[in-house]
Nanobody, 117 residues
Framework: QVQLVESGGGLVQPGGSLRLSCAAS????????MGWYRQAPGKERDLVAT???????NFADSVKGRFTISRDNAKNTVYLQMNSLKPEDTAVYYC???????????WGKGTLVTVSS
């Protein structure tokens, strides 16, 4: 079993910053890609950012230049630093990991980010 625990969500004013963390535990042998997705009310879940085991990153156009993603392989943890937040960034943010062997995906339960004045 693999468990993902997200933290760091909350309420922030427009222009503010938040840092999300996602720690993976359990039967983990090797993680390939780690990433963040988000789902706003009434919308589909969309990719925010991913990072491979080699450090290659990918970002949604809407967050480029404002968000950064990083990972600590020793801790099986991925981070999402979110700066210059906008009301349209309001969503539940989900962490996802893809295992290197077998390609299994695991999802966290999500953490709510609300950007509002």
């Amino acid at each position: 079993q693999v468990q993902l625990v997200e933290s760091g969500g909350g309420l922030v004013q427009p222009g503010g910053s938040l840092r999300l963390s996602c720690a993976a535990s359990g039967s983990i042998f090797s993680i390939n890609t780690m990433g963040w997705y988000r789902q706003a009310p009434g919308k589909e879940r969309d990719l925010v950012a991913t990072i491979t085991s080699g450090g290659t990153t990918n970002f949604a156009d809407s967050v480029k230049g404002r968000f950064t993603i990083s990972r600590d392989n020793a801790k099986n943890t991925v981070y999402l630093q979110m700066n210059s937040l906008k009301p349209e960034d309001t969503a539940v943010y989900y962490c996802k990991i893809r295992m290197l062997y077998g390609g299994m995906d695991y999802w966290g339960k999500g953490t709510l980010v609300t950007v509002s004045s």
